[in-house]
């Protein structure tokens, strides 16, 4: 199976957002994701690395000291899109607080 039926077919839902890196000069995106680990009881990383991308919206965006680290993934979409494809995610930002929502095209991308 490749990445990209891969991030099309795993729930990102509840992952934490660790990492976002933006590059714009190489057109790259890079989310690093926390997933929880039932055997080892601790949490494991997922990095999702695109290329190639484009019409870049990211949402407002309104965290506090007290909010900054419970950005969570609600849910992602991959669609189609000519030769690239757009990714859509719905964002959590902690409990009572205003979601976001952020989207864009790639054309690539690689999870590791």
Do not use: C
Request: charged share 20%.
């Amino acid at each position: 199976m490749t990445d990209l039926e891969n991030l099309t077919q795993t729930s990102l839902h509840d992952m934490g957002i660790n990492d976002l890196t933006i590059d714009f000069q190489y057109r790259r995106l890079t989310l690093q994701l926390s997933i929880y680990n039932e055997d080892t009881r601790g949490y494991d990383t997922l990095k999702l690395e695109f290329q190639g991308i484009g019409e870049l919206n990211l949402g407002p965006l309104q965290l506090t000291a007290q909010t900054f680290e419970h950005l969570d993934v609600y849910s992602h979409t991959v669609t189609q899109r000519g030769n690239a494809h757009t990714i859509h995610f719905a964002l959590l930002t902690g409990h009572g607080q205003p979601g976001t929502e952020w989207s864009f095209t790639f054309e690539q991308v690689k999870l590791s």
